[in-house]
């Protein structure tokens, strides 16, 4: 099983490139796609990677799970792509027919990789259960394959070479498996498929929050208009954008190069809004604030009912930092967990100003830490009012040099707003962090 490794330093992706552009095909499979049973997420992710490593994308087309239909989508991305990625349809099931398609439009037969069924074995004797026959599907790969290493599930990735040189590439549908195949196998692979030529793809990726998609735009758009190498390409994020400046050049040093008086103009314009770079999100690098001005911190959640907690603590090494939280939904919870007044929440509400400040400064207290957040709020869709909308939140940081209080009033659904919320009140703690000084 081939498992390829790949550079990627503080978001910067360095690969080969060749004067030739790929061109790359995205399948997605599965009749769940079409009923909108689940959203489409891994067509964009794969779209993303692949513009960062230089490969064009010009269709991506969802199918159900039918085996003609595929193998006919198949046939035909190869007569307009370099590389076909499909994603779905490796599972142990009957209606997993994905391999079976490729199988049938490369016109091979499937057989068993042994390495495949090894590594299948494995991780079920890892988790201590035992494989069903099914399982055993997921090793039968068309003939001539090789099976890419899925670090966090059974069905191993597929890649196939056909004789004229071009690649069709099988992902699982399971977003966090196929984002780690395509990490690991995947991107290493095409970079070193391009390594025929001399020069490389070098990216830099800058993270912003407080400006949206739009107002980002209205900010660089010379910038955009007039681009040619670097390129520079704005992604939008729930609740914050992200910019990634692309160079091809013969050196990463020369890369480089370009890429630095760019990234100056842009922090020069909205450097107020940046917060990190590559794929460090928010609670990294609060993780890492925290960790690096010697601050702990405890969270009161009511709105988001533990999101903050459970973002901080995604981070490894937490627990050096995250000491405790308390999900106080209720207005009892909020008096006899965090000590809130009654009369507090019955005179101002327990979406308020008070009550958040109240709840950051009694988690703090409780437990014993250098920073307290408390957040309360309306996630919808019913309980607004004139007065207080849905998507009304307050947050609250507590420490023994401050206390700080903000209002923001959000749009969207309740796991929207939950998701918004939890972001800006961890930009909250970001920005206290920084104020601190060395």
């Known amino acids: 099983m081939i498992n390829f490794s790949v550079l990627e330093v503080k978001g910067r992706i360095t690969s080969k490139w060749c004067d030739l552009k790929m061109i790359a095909e995205l399948i997605m499979v599965g009749t769940e796609l079409l009923l909108g049973e689940i959203v489409d997420t891994n067509s964009n992710y794969l779209a993303e990677e692949l513009a960062a490593i230089g490969v064009?994308?010009?269709?991506?087309?969802?199918?159900?799970?039918n085996q003609q239909r595929i193998a006919r989508l198949i046939q035909n991305a190869f007569t307009r792509a370099d590389i076909v990625i499909t994603s779905g349809g490796l599972g142990p099931t009957s209606d997993d027919l994905t391999k079976e398609a490729a199988a049938e439009a490369l016109g091979r037969d499937?057989?068993?990789c042994p390495k495949a069924l090894k590594s299948i074995e494995a991780r079920f004797q890892r988790m201590h259960?035992?494989?069903?026959?099914?399982?055993?599907?997921?090793?039968?790969?068309?003939?001539?394959?090789q099976a890419l290493h899925n670090p966090k599930g059974t069905a191993p990735g597929v890649l196939v070479e056909t004789q004229d040189g071009k690649a069709l590439i099988m992902l699982p549908g399971v977003p966090v498996e196929l984002k780690a195949i395509m990490r690991d196998s995947v991107i290493p692979y095409i970079?070193?498929?391009?390594?025929g030529a001399n020069g490389i793809i070098f990216s830099q990726i800058l993270r912003f929050y407080g400006l949206g998609e739009s107002r980002l735009e209205e900010l660089i758009k010379d910038l955009l208009v007039t681009q040619s190498n670097p390129t520079i390409a704005p992604y939008?994020?729930?609740?914050?954008?992200?910019?990634?400046?692309?160079?091809?050049?013969?050196?990463?040093?020369?890369?480089?190069?370009?890429?630095?008086?760019?990234e100056k103009e842009l922090l020069g314009r909205?450097?107020?809004?940046?917060?990190g770079y590559g794929e460090a999100g928010m609670e990294t690098v609060v993780g890492n604030l925290l960790i690096n001005k010697g601050q702990t911190i405890a969270v009161a959640e009511s709105c988001t009912g533990g999101l903050i907690s459970n973002l901080l603590t995604n981070v490894p090494g937490s627990s050096d930092y995250y000491m405790q939280g308390a999900v106080t939904y209720s207005n009892l919870a909020k008096e006899t967990v965090l000590g809130v007044d009654p009369r507090l929440i019955e005179d101002y509400g327990a979406v308020s100003e008070q009550t958040a400040k109240a709840m950051a400064?009694?988690?703090r207290q409780w437990a014993g830490t250098d920073?307290?957040?408390?957040i309360t709020g309306i996630a919808g869709p019913g309980g607004g009012t004139s007065a207080k909308p849905v998507g009304l939140v307050y947050f609250s940081l507590s420490s023994s040099e401050k206390e700080i209080v903000d209002k923001r009033v959000f749009s969207g659904d309740r796991l929207q707003i939950k998701e918004r919320a939890a972001l800006a009140a961890l930009d909250l703690v970001r920005r206290h962090l920084l104020s601190l000084g060395n």
């Open 56 to 65: 064009d994308l010009f269709y991506v087309t969802k199918v159900g799970d």
């Open 110 to 112: 499937l057989v068993l």
């Open 129 to 145: 259960a035992a494989m069903s026959q099914n399982n055993k599907r997921q090793a039968y790969l068309p003939e001539g394959s």
């Open 191 to 195: 970079a070193n498929k391009a390594a």
């Open 236 to 262: 939008a994020g729930s609740g914050e954008v992200r910019v990634r400046i692309t160079a091809k050049a013969d050196t990463q040093e020369t890369a480089e190069s370009l890429i630095a008086p760019v």
């Open 270 to 275: 909205i450097g107020e809004y940046f917060y």
């Open 361 to 363: 400064l009694g988690v």
């Open 371 to 374: 920073i307290g957040l408390g």
